[in-house]
């Protein structure tokens, strides 16, 4: 089922072409799929050309949902200097009006590209760029927007579709349609195209792209998927991508433009053969030479003796390059009797002149076609060395690892740090832990701000090929190198909530030749171990390589698959496949095609192969020496997790964050993270400030009870009504006038100053939170005969000794000492069927006096006494009738 929208300009008349949208409807069943595995494909496209962007040479509208992106493909008219990689660029950009926001920078406009778009661009390229015709070299350029978002249908399998539709209607000659899908694994189903929400409970996070009959990209992580489910997964999209593509095909007969078939220009033929004749010799020899930069330097050197050659040292007309031979025709005498001239008679119009035929002139071909060319058959000779003597240029067997080395603590600074080299490819891997503001804030079309609490940024200098080149911004290529080394890291870290720090890994690239990337993953595994950080498990990476078509060196045709490729092996081979994982199951993977495609066995063999490889490297890596530390770095923050009442926390962080500020002042912490579900983190250098910084907001946030007495309280201020005490620091209390003194008192300030210091008994709290304390309370009553009469002072005997079970029937007593510095400590002691012998304060009177065991928690332990006697708390405030309560 299709229908086609297009308008098309001719002759300043606009041509309507039955004007109804274009609907892939593609629903699929069980029974449908050869493979027999269950999933669900509801998928619905809305695809709109000749509306909007008429001036392009190709441009369509995609919607799913209220998800929209609109696609343009344009081309430059003159093409440029011819090169051996296809002048393709892609820009995608989400503008933010499409969830109805506006960007939060000062212009009000979005700026530069973000490191998801540069991802989702490169998920554009990377299939477009196999399908390109060989010998195109106007400028082509992708331009990919979205229009509106609903915040339901992701945007980018989208795009993909769209830039290959984009370009399938366009003049750029290429070889099929493409389309991509995204799918999902939702308990034991597959989804086309899943949701945003469901893919919060998938396992599996696969983007792919291909055309009617082959895989030309899969990219995605999971976790530790089976390499039996990602086939299953990846058969399942690529029935989807023939259902889209069938669809439009439909489309590009009825809309699409002429293919500029005739501005294709290739180098000639006799080229090929002519280099081989020059060089062949040469270039297997150099081929076999191991290490990379003395091949390289010998490769460059046999190229310019090659290009000296057949350019004579210079550019040649591109008339005189396609040219044969630059000769003269033979001319033959003229065939016709001498005239004999008297004597002193000239006649000039009748001398005749004998030609004599000119050599050959050697053929001439312009230098960038010998470039071209000497890269060709450069690549053939390698292809055909692997295959036909089953060795590669390092003297390897296609299934074999590189020698690897790996070795943790180089950095006696850092959190933690590994180097892992394999072969000629070395990354030197750092981990960093930090606290929330650490992590990476992602700014997206969604309100909600989101934050990355785990990124690895990989970086490639130019140093580690040998070479001299440009440092600056990351780029696109190192984005998503470290997008995937992440990815594949990601399943092994622990919950937040058993290790709540923020975790940065940088990758460096100090060597490189081949498979950077992965190396990147088991550095960075490494590194993370010597962090310390409780990862699930180890992982490993390897890159796998392929020559596809054997026959042409004698093979049986079988593809033949290269375990951990070399840079040569990637650039002149077929495929350049990346799989992450432990010995069960895969993380991330990614794969790219630079011919037609591949098909399902194929790819089954290279994951098993892989798999082979993955368990090799697991197995030098536990080899490391000298071995990660496991262990939190004594350079590491260290973190403190805690949790108070969701209502406390405006206690905590005070009015404008002053009480918060005063806090990390005053304990040197470096930082005090609140939520609002009563979470508190505390993030230290050392342990002293933490302990201080944790007792003074146990202190702030306590639920004090009626019936406590407060001893050694500091007066803070002092009101005609009253005095402010505070009982634990953070928290005051009113001490009226009234409750100050047994005796009448006109102003406060006539017996108390500010700075004093005073024992205090908690007697009221109202509904507003407000504490109302006693002095009078503690007070010795003067009237000895009256309180002789009192029940409480029944049991005391002629020896003066107070059973304090009396007081409070047995039993426990619970303090907190909370001392200037900050720190605090708790203290428990049964006093059941306890005696403690007291000396009256006056005779003729009495007094019951409690004593308390502290029992500490903390660094400053105040020591305890357990004779009789009054207890001296210079230590500060001590709650003895009851515990202040943190919860």
């Not at 000296?308 to 065939?335: C, N, Q, R, V």
């Amino acid at each position: 089922m299709a229908q086609v929208e297009a308008q098309g300009m001719s002759g300043g008349i606009t041509l309507l072409w039955n004007a109804d949208l274009v609907i892939v409807d593609l629903t699929m069943t069980t029974q449908e799929v050869n493979c027999m595995v269950q999933f669900i494909a509801l998928l619905q496209i809305t695809v709109e050309t000749g509306l909007i962007g008429r001036q392009a040479s190709g441009a369509v509208t995609v919607t799913d949902g209220e998800t929209i992106i609109y696609t343009t493909v344009c081309l430059a008219d003159v093409p440029s200097e011819p090169s051996d990689f296809f002048p393709l660029s892609v820009h995608y950009q989400e503008r933010f009006s499409a969830a109805g926001r506006t960007s939060g920078g000062f212009f009000k406009r979005e700026g530069r590209t973000k490191d998801h778009e540069v991802l989702i661009c490169r998920l554009i390229d990377r299939p477009l760029r196999p399908t390109m015709l060989k010998g195109f070299y106007h400028e082509t350029q992708v331009l990919s927007w979205v229009l509106s978002y609903d915040g339901l249908h992701p945007p980018d399998a989208l795009a993909v579709t769209a830039a290959g539709i984009a370009m399938a209607l366009s003049e750029v000659p290429s070889s099929e349609v493409i389309a991509g899908v995204r799918i999902g694994l939702v308990g034991d189903k597959f989804i086309v195209n899943p949701t945003i929400q469901e893919m919060e409970n998938s396992k599996l996070d696969l983007l792919l792209a291909g055309t009617n009959n082959a895989i030309l990209m899969i990219e995605g992580y999971c976790d530790f998927l089976p390499e039996d489910k990602l086939l299953e997964a990846v058969e399942v999209g690529q029935d989807a991508v023939r259902g889209i593509c069938k669809e439009v095909e439909a489309l590009v007969q009825k809309c699409g433009k002429p293919k500029m078939l005739d501005a294709i220009k290739l180098p000639p033929k006799e080229l090929y053969k002519l280099v081989e004749e020059i060089a062949g010799n040469e270039l297997v020899e150099v081929l076999q030479i191991k290490n990379k930069i003395p091949r390289r330097k010998a490769l460059s050197s046999l190229e310019e003796k090659v290009i000296s050659i057949l350019s004579e040292k210079g550019y040649i007309s591109t008339m005189e390059a396609f040219g044969s031979t630059e000769t003269l025709p033979d001319l033959l005498e003229e065939d016709e009797d001498e005239e004999v001239v008297v004597d002193g008679e000239v006649d000039e119009g009748d001398v005749h002149i004998k030609p004599v035929a000119r050599k050959s002139v050697p053929l001439l071909f312009s230098e960038v076609d010998v470039k071209l060319v000497f890269k060709e058959v450069t690549s053939k000779l390698l292809r055909k060395r692997i295959v036909e003597r089953g060795k590669r240029s390092d003297g390897r067997t296609p299934q074999e690892i590189r020698v690897i080395d790996a070795r943790c603590g180089l950095l006696p600074r850092a959190h933690g740090s590994a180097l892992f080299t394999r072969g000629e490819t070395q990354s030197l891997a750092v981990v960093t832990l930090g606290d929330k503001q650490m992590a990476q804030k992602i700014d997206n079309l969604v309100d909600d701000d989101e934050y990355k609490r785990f990124y690895l940024q990989y970086s490639f200098p130019p140093s580690c090929v040998g070479e001299a080149g440009r440092v600056g911004a990351p780029s696109r290529r190192e984005i998503g190198h470290g997008m995937l080394a992440e990815r594949a890291l990601g399943p092994i870290l622990p919950p937040e909530d058993d290790f709540p720090y923020t975790v940065r890994v940088e990758s460096t690239i100090t060597e490189s030749n081949g498979s950077s990337s992965m190396a990147s993953v088991c550095g960075g595994c490494l590194a993370l171990q010597d962090a310390g950080v409780p990862v699930k498990c180890a992982i490993a990476g390897i890159a796998m390589g392929m020559v596809l078509d054997t026959k042409e060196f004698g093979g049986d045709g079988t593809p033949l698959i290269l375990s951990d490729i070399l840079g040569s092996e990637d650039a002149s081979g077929d495929m350049d496949f990346k799989v992450a994982g432990s010995d069960v199951g895969i993380t991330a993977f990614q794969m790219d095609i630079k011919v037609g495609g591949i098909t399902l066995p194929i790819m089954k063999q290279a994951l098993l192969q892989a798999k082979d490889g993955r368990k090799h490297i697991l197995a030098e890596m536990s080899k490391c020496s000298p071995p990660p530390s496991r262990k939190l770095s004594k350079h590491a923050p260290l973190i403190h997790v805690m949790k108070v009442k969701p209502e406390k926390i405006n206690l905590i962080i005070g009015s404008g964050g002053k009480k918060v500020k005063s806090i990390i002042e005053e304990t040197g912490v470096e930082a005090i993270e609140t939520q609002d579900d009563g979470v508190v983190k505390i993030t230290a250098k050392d342990l002293s400030s933490l302990e201080k910084s944790k007792a003074i907001i146990s202190s702030l946030t306590m639920v004090p009870v009626v019936g406590d007495i407060y001893r050694n309280c500091e007066i803070k201020s002092i009101a005609p009504y009253g005095v402010f005490v505070e009982i634990v620091p953070g928290r005051e209390g009113l001490c009226h006038i009234s409750e100050l003194s047994a005796n009448w008192l006109a102003k406060a300030e006539d017996a108390f100053k500010v700075g004093d210091h005073l024992d205090v008994k908690l007697i009221e709290i109202n509904d507003k939170g407000q504490l109302r304390l006693s002095r009078r309370a503690l007070l010795p009553d003067p009237e000895p005969e009256k309180q002789s009469a009192k029940p409480r002072n029944a049991s005391l005997s002629n020896d003066n000794v107070v059973s304090p079970k009396t007081l409070d029937k047995g039993k426990p007593k619970k303090a907190v000492t909370v001392s200037n510095d900050g720190s605090a400590s708790k203290s428990v002691e049964s006093l059941k069927d306890k005696t403690v012998p007291m000396k009256l304060s006056s005779p003729g009177k009495e007094a019951a006096k409690r004593l308390v065991s502290p029992e500490n928690d903390g660094p400053d332990k105040p020591q305890t006494k357990k004779s009789g006697g009054n207890i001296s708390s210079k230590s500060g405030n001590a709650v003895v009738n009851g515990e202040a309560k943190v919860v």
